[in-house]
């Protein structure tokens, strides 16, 4: 069978930039096999960046900007697509995330809010659920990419999720099953982004389809990437190797009464983002930190270990039994101090990453893209859900085909 040559782009919480992941693809599900040719981040633009940012922590804009936005950011992932293969035979097929400006998990209550309560009609609902989908709006439009590019393209994955009562995210539990999965040994697989996810693979036996379990775990970078920015005055943007943070010494106090919080002891399906754990959460955390009088490095370990413990106790509260092994993967896993916590609170777990089980960690969520877009053309189903609380298994993404010149 011919390889398939697939394009997966992607740009997640952090909007650090567009990852691309040029990849050749043959099988379908159990005898899936991915070979990364090439993979790289181009980060955006300072200046389209810092929009992407004020969008997302709430900044009102015109539906002119939001038009306009929608295409810059089709432009660059276009850009990313048309340089990443440059050298290879051209890819058939693009899977393009997008960058999440918004995401709302289901259940929100449509009568009771106080937005739409405003605009609603006055009369009784004849519905009998009050309670909406999901929201979850990533820009960069597929239709331009698939026109610049010259490339059929995939986008708007999460979507057809959502339709049908799901989360639509996280999308790449499914992924992570047919890529990771092991004949003996049950496996966390562990994204450290801007947010945290984990996947729980048992041993690839009997029923493990049914048995995987997958949920957003809160905070990844998002909140010391932040932290970070605040203390440097802008001039560093992370913490790299976690060595700021290692300097310090966590206060376990706020730590304890930051995991007291709602989001952390509600039991799976459940999807986060910015929106809780953004710019207002971190500015209450710098509140609470002073009655501490702690260091900037003391607010940053403070900061990790939250990460660290809400990942950790999330496994000990929802996991039927601990994993042997911990595959971390995102820009986290190169937070060697985040490395260092996530080992001494889960003890006898082996703690490596996803490249020493043969998967790109930097990549895995561009590569997870190209997948997804690749099922979409074989019209096979993309979310587990379990992972994302969806009714059903459903086909992922919007094609958008070539039509005429470029
Ligand atoms: N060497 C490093 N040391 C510490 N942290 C790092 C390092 N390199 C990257 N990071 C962290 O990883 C982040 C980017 O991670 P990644 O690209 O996985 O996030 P994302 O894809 O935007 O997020 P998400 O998975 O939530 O969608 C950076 O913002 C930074 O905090
Ligand atoms: C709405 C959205 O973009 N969610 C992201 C985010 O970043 C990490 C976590 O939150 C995850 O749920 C998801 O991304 C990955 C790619 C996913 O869907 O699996």
Known sequence: MHPTRVIGLMSGTSVDGIDAALVEIVGTDLDLKVELLAGKTYPYPAALREKILAICGGAPISMAELAAIDDAIALVFAQAAQNIQVGYPPATLIGSHGQTVYHRPPGFSISENSVSANILPSHQSPFPYPQSLGYSLQLGRGALIS???????????????????????????????????????????????GIGNVTYLPPRRDDWLNQILAWDTGPGNSLLDLAVQ???????????????????????????????????????????????????????????????????????????ELTAASIVNSYHAFLPRMPKCLLLCGGGSQNLYLKHRLELLLKSVKVLTTDEAGVSAEFKEAIAFAILAYWRQLGLPGNLPVATGADQEVVLGEVHPVTGDK
């Open 147 to 193: 026109r610049l590019t010259g490339i059929t393209t995939i986008s708007n994955f999460r979507v057809a999720d959502i339709a049908v009562g799901g989360h639509g995210a996280p999308l790449v539990p499914r992924v992570d099953a047919y890529l990771l999965s092991h004949p003996q040994e049950a496996r966390c697989i562990q994204n450290v982004g």
């Open 230 to 304: 605040y203390f440097s005055n802008g001039a560093k943007s992370y913490d790299e190797n976690g060595s700021w943070a290692a300097s310090g010494s966590p206060c376990y106090p706020l730590v304890e009464k930051w995991l007291s919080q709602d989001y952390f002891r509600l039991p799976p399906p459940k999807s986060t983002g910015r929106e809780l754990f953004g710019v207002t959460y971190l500015h209450q955390c710098l509140q609470e930190c002073q009655a501490y009088q702690l260091s900037p490095a003391d607010v940053l370990a403070t900061i990790t």
